[in-house]
């Protein structure tokens, strides 16, 4: 049975809490939309809130399934005093780029000790923060396209 290092499951704890301070962060960003009835951008930013939950329970499980010990940390204060759509899209962009360098960082503490079946699991978040930083950086492509807040909301749409 694979078991979980105690300076692995320190860190992936750690990121159970980067996750859900993604999601804490998206969920301000969402509010601040949805109060200016930018409800497609509102409604983008509440599903990337439960992805980063769902993110934060992969770590979560694969915890328990090596016999650690889950800790859930104190969350941040997200910011909430944006100016304007643009900083909200951009400062998006370079937190999931922060991700990313976390998750290279999981990845080569993994190495370090040897952790090979905690491997999947990383290359896993590899991939989709490449996903993550390609949508952010499209929806600041995009922004950059329109002239009206409304106009470019209309056009934000997100199953
Ligand atoms: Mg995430």
New binding site residues.
Partial sequence: MAQIGEKLNKEFNDQVR??LD?AYIYLAMSAWFAERTLNNLANWFNKQAG??YE??MKFVNYILETGGSVNYEALKEPKRDYENILEIIEAAYEH?KY?TKRIHHLYQVAQEEKELSAYPLLLW?LE??VE?EDQTAALIDKYKGYKNDFNFDHHVKRD
């Fill in positions: 980067e996750e993604s992805e980063e993110h934060a999931e991700i978040f989709e923060q993550e």
